[in-house]
């Protein structure tokens, strides 16, 4: 036996030896996309499903973000979005939608990406609006856990030398996370907001970008590290469970206001379902000054887990796609109350 595995050893050796992609650097070869349908239109530009083409009839479902040719004119805006690009090349997460490839085709930046069948948040809080349905808490819990899943990866990340990337997200919002219809939550738009941060009309204001979800220190134009993500699952949290964005003000000015300095509610009397731990959890998550927050998304999940996990019981992926399918299928306006029925402790 021995003999044989060395056997097959010096034979593979010699058989790579004497092939030529020993010698071979590159393959060159021209990616072909074909545009399927319009998903949507966002601020930074039209998001596409596409499958990309390869040999014999090979077809991948992608998804396609066209940058407005405004936005790809920008010298500046250029710059820091392809840097961004390369930054987060390899983010392969289950809770990150993964960047495939960046092009550029008649002066126009494209950016394909894994293409995520389901629902994005914000559609999902619409949903519940409309049917007149509360999110479950532990649901609501654990989405946002799972997108501190996505941030812990991502804020630790390294380079091939070791050294910490440094990346952080800026833009946690709910049109940026998404819900696949296997239950995974996906946080999509890595580092685009870093790119759009840097770009100000002639007043002096940001182009692009949601006031609501910003975190203090991005409301005060400050240099943001991780802790400002952690502050967008806050407000994400806080708007799953009140059903709006507890920040939102009649103008951007007021929202940047609310943000720095509106006492935050109690939570657990805007819902009775919510227990003061939880409430505890949220008001550590949206404390202003950064030092006072949890340190890490690494903390913030671990905390997350405990709540959700501690008596051995609570949501899964599995359970999120069944509740997904229950949402916007037959049982549309009581999937809530299913949802309490089946997993009521
Ligand atoms: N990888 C993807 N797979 C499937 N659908 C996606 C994907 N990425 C984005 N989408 C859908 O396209 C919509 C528009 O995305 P896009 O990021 O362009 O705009 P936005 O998030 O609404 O706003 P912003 O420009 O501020 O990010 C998303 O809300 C989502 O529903
Ligand atoms: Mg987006």
Request: with cysteine; glycine share 8%; proline share 3%.
């Amino acid at each position: 036996m021995r003999v044989c595995e060395k056997g097959v050893a010096a034979d593979a050796r010699k058989d790579f030896d004497s092939f030529p992609l020993n010698k071979l650097k590159h393959i060159f070869n021209e990616i072909h996309y074909e545009l399927v349908r319009s998903i949507a239109e966002g601020g930074m530009g039209m998001v596409l499903e596409g499958r990309q083409l390869g040999s014999d009839n090979f077809s991948k479902q992608v998804a396609i973000k066209l940058i407005r040719e405004e936005y790809s004119a920008i010298p500046e805006f250029r710059s820091n979005f392809v840097g961004e690009a390369r930054l987060v090349a390899d983010l392969i997460h289950t809770n990150i939608v993964q960047t495939y490839h960046l092009g550029v085709i008649g002066g126009q930046y494209y950016m394909v990406m894994e293409f995520v069948n389901g629902k994005n948040l914000e559609d999902f809080i619409i949903r519940h609006l409309e049917t007149k349905q509360k999110i479950p808490v532990t649901l609501a819990v654990f989405i946002v856990s799972r997108v501190s899943r996505g941030l812990a990866y991502a804020h630790q990340k390294r380079d091939a030398q070791g050294r910490l990337l440094g990346i952080v997200h800026r833009d946690v919002n709910p049109k940026n996370i998404m819900l696949a219809s296997e239950g995974d939550v996906k946080l999509t738009d890595f580092g685009i907001a870093k790119a759009l941060d840097l770009m100000y009309n002639e007043e002096g204001e940001v182009i692009a970008g949601k006031d609501e979800y910003l975190s203090p220190e991005q409301a005060k134009c400050e240099v943001t590290d991780g802790r400002a993500d952690l502050f967008g699952c806050g407000v994400v949290l806080a708007e799953m469970l009140c059903m709006r964005n507890i920040f939102e003000g009649e103008t951007p000015e007021a929202t940047r206001e609310n943000i720095l300095k509106m006492p935050l509610p109690d939570f657990a009397k805007v819902r009775e379902d919510v227990d003061a731990k939880l409430n505890a959890i949220l008001h550590k998550t949206l404390a202003r000054p950064r030092e006072e927050r949890y340190q890490s998304a690494a903390e913030l999940l671990d905390i997350l887990e405990r709540y959700l996990y501690s008596d051995g019981y609570g949501p899964t992926n599995e359970k999120l796609a069944e509740y997904v399918r229950d949402l916007y299928g037959p049982h549309g306006a009581t999937a809530s109350q299913r949802w309490m029925q089946k997993n009521s402790k």
